[in-house]
């Protein structure tokens, strides 16, 4: 049976980015560079989007209302409609696509991954048990699936979507903007921190699963062997442990999770204090309207 000791490599945590190992991985998009220019045009023109509906809102409220122009605001509602229903039109293209490039990319990795498991010696089966492997095939794989289908393409949405907003704001009322900016090394400061709690919380549900597989694959192979010997009460505790610890480990994740989700709520809820607090003291000094 294979030691806990064996499954070393889970046990490097690594660096948060490796470049050599992420041009590994994205040379796998290569055949699929024109899936990929078309997501990313989808989610440029989506971040867009994302912006006229503010935008239109403050014209309603600033232009149409104020003058009882019912011609610009009945115009206006009608744009606001448009531009929602294009919404959801391309946020669903944007899933069809980057969902559709992750499965292929995986189909692509799975194949690879199969066919230089086939060509290793017997040597490297001795040293590996076969469940840490089959976590690798399984469990990885699904992991990168995540990269490929939505985390790729979607920085460079969210990364458009940023700079979209931020013009935006910037030219609507730049003091006010700056005012919702205050927050922001809060946010970073706490995003820093969940990240690196959170990949070694990953990390550790890595190694735990790994070991839960190895343990399941090894005994369920070599079951006349425990039968023989009279193990099953001694292994059924064993799993138990390996159950306990793996569950333990998700539990921490969660936790990071239930911090992280309302911290950034209140974040958010400061922000918008702050720029009622500004808004209306301008206001009430007649600097603003």
């Given at each position: 049976?294979?030691?806990?000791?064996?499954?070393?490599?889970?046990?490097?945590?690594?660096?948060?980015?490796?470049?050599?190992?992420?041009?590994?991985?994205?040379?796998?998009?290569?055949?699929?560079?024109?899936?990929?220019?078309?997501?990313?045009?989808?989610?440029?023109?989506?971040?867009?989007?994302?912006?006229?509906?503010?935008?239109?809102?403050?014209?309603?409220?600033?232009?149409?209302?104020?003058?009882?122009?019912?011609?610009?605001?009945?115009?206006?509602?009608?744009?606001?409609?448009?531009?929602?229903?294009?919404?959801?039109?391309?946020?669903?293209?944007?899933?069809?696509v980057t969902t559709w490039l992750g499965q292929s990319v995986m189909y692509d990795l799975r194949k690879e991954i199969f066919e230089?498991?086939?060509?290793?010696?017997?040597?490297?089966?001795?040293?590996?048990?076969?469940?840490?492997?089959?976590?690798?095939?399984?469990?990885?794989?699904?992991?990168?699936?995540?990269?490929?289908?939505?985390?790729?393409?979607?920085?460079?949405?969210?990364?458009?979507?940023?700079?979209?907003?931020?013009?935006?704001?910037?030219?609507?009322?730049?003091?006010?903007?700056?005012?919702?900016?205050?927050?922001?090394?809060?946010?970073?400061?706490?995003?820093?921190?969940?990240?690196?709690?959170?990949?070694?919380?990953?990390?550790?549900?890595?190694?735990?699963?790994?070991?839960?597989?190895?343990?399941?694959?090894?005994?369920?192979?070599?079951?006349?062997?425990?039968?023989?010997?009279?193990?099953?009460?001694?292994?059924?505790?064993?799993?138990?442990?390996?159950?306990?610890?793996?569950?333990?480990?998700?539990?921490?994740?969660?936790?990071?999770?239930?911090?992280?989700?309302?911290?950034?709520?209140?974040?958010?809820?400061?922000?918008?204090?702050?720029?009622?607090?500004?808004?209306?003291?301008?206001?009430?000094?007649?600097?603003?309207?």
């Amino acid at each position: 049976m294979a030691d806990a000791a064996t499954l070393h490599e889970e046990e490097a945590l690594g660096k948060a980015y490796d470049a050599r190992l992420m041009r590994r991985l994205l040379r796998y998009l290569k055949p699929y560079k024109r899936h990929v220019a078309g997501a990313l045009l989808v989610l440029l023109l989506g971040s867009g989007i994302a912006i006229v509906g503010p935008w239109i809102t403050q014209l309603v409220i600033d232009e149409a209302i104020p003058a009882g122009d019912r011609d610009l605001l009945g115009l206006l509602v009608a744009a606001y409609v448009v531009s929602i229903v294009l919404g959801f039109v391309l946020e669903y293209i944007q899933a069809l696509v980057t969902t559709w490039l992750g499965q292929s990319v995986m189909y692509d990795l799975r194949k690879e991954i199969f066919e230089k498991l086939q060509r290793l010696d017997l040597r490297f089966y001795d040293k590996n048990p076969i469940g840490r492997l089959m976590t690798r095939i399984t469990n990885d794989v699904e992991t990168l699936n995540t990269l490929f289908s939505s985390g790729v393409v979607s920085v460079f949405g969210d990364i458009f979507t940023l700079v979209f907003i931020v013009g935006a704001m910037l030219s609507m009322n730049w003091q006010l903007a700056l005012v919702s900016f205050a927050v922001l090394p809060l946010v970073f400061l706490t995003a820093f921190v969940f990240r690196a709690k959170v990949r070694e919380a990953y990390r550790d549900i890595r190694v735990r699963i790994a070991r839960v597989n190895a343990f399941l694959h090894e005994h369920i192979t070599g079951v006349q062997v425990v039968q023989l010997f009279n193990r099953e009460k001694a292994d059924a505790g064993r799993l138990a442990e390996l159950n306990e610890d793996h569950l333990q480990a998700h539990l921490r994740s969660i936790t990071y999770y239930a911090l992280f989700f309302p911290a950034i709520q209140f974040f958010t809820a400061l922000a918008l204090a702050l720029i009622l607090w500004y808004g209306g003291l301008r206001m009430l000094d007649d600097a603003m309207t």
